[in-house]
């Protein structure tokens, strides 16, 4: 599975949008740009995922580059509960999918 | 809908002592199953994965063990804990019924060893 880099820290003021930044330039074609959260003390919770195109759902935007060699989340609204640890992880759904998390980009929701 | 347990949510052990904690899901068949450590402040790695009953595959040399003795049921273990086993311990599930669908984590178990 392909690795990522994302920036290790990221400051939003609340209410504004979040946008947070994904490399993953060795991507294969049949993998998936899967992004999760992680409060402290809790466990992940997924977020959105997406193969090429831009993907939406109710808790945020995923926007793949053309070449798919980087990503970008987006939390339209930003709010103090969005605080937390943002992986992006690449992989695909072969018999033993194995997902790689780094140690992802802590977001800092600010009043 | 699909609910995965895990337990206990925290536990202290002396070094030297047996682990066991379990992890089970409800409301899907034949999920794939993990196991992943996070040590403070670092990112998740994957220690166990099982694709079906019996079946486990190791990612990394360590002093645990996990197995599968049902479907929906993935134990982690250990004989003799050492002080490096401390950390947060998660389990999770994914299906195999869709393809590239997302994984589901349970609420984790802090194990501390003294």
């Not at chain 1, 999918?97 to 802590?106: E, L, Q, V």
């Not at chain 2, 079946?55 to 996990?66: C, F, G, K, R």
Request: glycine letters at 8%.
């Amino acid at each position: 599975d392909a690795k990522t880099t994302q920036p290790t820290s990221m400051d939003c003021a609340e209410g504004r949008a979040a946008n947070l930044p994904c490399n993953h330039s060795t991507i294969s074609g049949n993998e998936y740009v899967y992004w999760y959260r992680q409060i402290h003390s809790q466990g992940p919770q997924y977020i959105i995922h997406g193969l090429k195109n831009n993907e939406t759902n109710e808790m945020a935007s995923l926007i793949i580059t053309e070449d798919r060699k980087s990503s970008t989340l987006i939390l339209p609204h930003a709010t103090l509960r969005d605080t937390a640890v943002y992986y992006c992880i690449v992989g695909r759904n072969t018999g033993g999918f194995k997902t790689i998390f780094g140690a992802g980009t802590r977001l800092f929701v600010k009043a | 809908s699909q609910t995965i347990h895990q337990w206990p949510a925290t536990l202290v052990q002396p070094v030297g002592s047996p682990l066991s904690l379990e992890c089970t899901v409800e409301g899907t068949s034949n999920p794939n199953l993990y196991w992943y450590r996070q040590a403070a402040g670092r990112g998740l790695q994957l220690l166990f994965y099982s694709v079906g009953i019996g079946q486990i595959s190791s990612e990394v040399p360590q002093n645990l063990s996990a197995s599968r003795p049902q479907d929906r049921q993935f134990i982690l273990s250990s004989k003799k804990l050492l002080l490096s086993d401390s950390g947060f311990y998660l389990c999770a599930w994914k299906g195999v019924d869709r393809p590239n669908t997302e994984a589901f984590f349970g609420q984790g178990t802090r194990l501390t060893v003294v």
